[in-house]
């Protein structure tokens, strides 16, 4: 019972040491607070409308017809077009798209019109610059809307001329009607894909240099043993005592980016609040120990600082959410496991999008579960450099 007793005086005693080094040091303040809290307001502000709109689009327009006017008109009728200049020949608007004025332009030929009239089939072009990959796709995806539509009003024309009725044009131009319904998001809304992926994966990142931080701090300001006889000299003990504390800020601030999202914001989550505030919690205990794992590797404190932005970066490419792993290499594919952001995105999308049973997502429970354990394999090596390691600057 006494030495029961001495473990959790000492555990405490780790716990009181290490909250006032989090309070002396602005550092901690800015990284576990500020930080994460600067980084929810600013990308849930910056995609608010969920999608960017009015991105600017030149016309080169040769044909200058009532019908060119008309497809101009409609095609700065789209929320993410803005038709912002005019140009008289591709050149100049050449010239803008690469000084970056503009993202894309309409081009009509000449004649246009009159072509279309008389059954000639004109060629309408557009461009737009895939160097800003969302701006591209977007003016993309309505300009060539806008050249189908134009297809589709000329040969309706041309029917209605003929004789035909609107019914008998419509199912020549479009025989079968498509019905699309897209699930868990039919807003279409990309802050809803990326916020809820980004804001934790930055969660995640500090959580990784913090942790490397507290740890590799005390070997090179050469405290590590005085840490270590506070904690009874069990590393265990010194460890819980250290990360305790961070673990309770790092999960208020988890709560706080789940509440702001979810209630506040009123994302998707469709299988409650509370599975997702325990896969936070997954996601917080399982950085810190990958944290750990880190500084204990290479316990060196701008080494372990190097692998863990390194780690935490590489995160945010391979865990799937801006490229689909099932279409990466089957070696990405396989070393996707080994990032804990890749299990908490699958969780999220079971849990938030798709409402599934927790049950259904217990292999990426499992996975965060093993990171919890890694440190066990590495702690007599952190113990050894924390007790004879010489920090050489």
Request: aromatic letters at 14%; charged letters at 10%; hydrophobic letters at 45%.
């Amino acid at each position: 019972m006494k030495e029961r007793e001495r473990k959790h005086v000492a555990l405490w005693q780790v716990m009181r040491r290490e909250c006032k080094r989090l309070v002396s040091r602005p550092l901690y303040l800015f990284c576990m607070v500020i930080a994460p809290l600067f980084c929810y307001i600013f990308f849930t502000t910056l995609m608010g409308s969920g999608l960017p709109e009015n991105l600017p689009a030149g016309v080169v327009d040769m044909d200058q017809s009532s019908t060119s006017r008309n497809i101009v008109r409609n095609l700065d009728a789209f929320s993410q077009t803005k038709v912002a200049a005019h140009y008289s020949n591709i050149t100049d608007a050449r010239i803008a798209m690469q000084e970056g004025k503009i993202y894309g332009f309409f081009y009509i030929p000449k004649g246009t019109s009159a072509e279309a009239q008389s059954q000639r089939q004109p060629t309408v072009s557009f461009y737009t610059n895939y160097s800003y990959l969302i701006a591209g796709s977007l003016l993309f995806r309505d300009m060539k809307m806008m050249a189908e539509l134009t297809s589709g009003a000329a040969a309706r024309s041309v029917l209605y001329a003929k004789g035909a009725t609107e019914n008998q044009a419509m199912g020549f131009l479009q025989p079968i009607v498509i019905d699309t319904h897209p699930l868990n998001n039919p807003w279409l809304n990309y802050s809803v894909y990326l916020c809820n992926t980004l804001i934790p994966g930055i969660l995640m990142l500090l959580i990784f240099m913090v942790t490397v931080y507290s740890i590799g701090v005390e070997i090179k300001e050469r405290t590590a043993r005085e840490w270590l006889r506070m904690s009874n000299n069990s590393i265990y003990i010194a460890l819980a005592g250290k990360l305790l504390p961070h673990t309770v800020v790092f999960f208020i601030m988890g709560t706080f980016y789940n509440v702001y999202l979810y209630g506040f914001l009123h994302f998707p989550c469709n299988s409650g609040i509370l599975p997702m505030l325990f896969a936070t919690l997954c996601l917080v205990l399982a950085s810190q120990c990958c944290g750990v794992v880190m500084i204990g590797t290479l316990p060196t404190l701008r080494l372990g600082l190097s692998f863990a932005s390194l780690w935490g970066v590489i995160s945010f490419s391979i865990s799937g959410f801006s490229f689909p792993v099932m279409a990466m290499h089957p070696t990405l594919q396989a070393l996707s496991n080994l990032f804990p952001l890749r299990h908490y995105f699958l969780i999220y999308v079971d849990q938030a999008l798709n409402g599934y049973n927790m049950a259904y997502s217990w292999t990426n429970y499992m996975a965060l579960l093993i990171f919890m354990l890694l440190p066990f394999f590495v702690v007599h090596r952190l113990k050894e450099a924390l007790v004879y390691y010489k920090y050489i600057p």
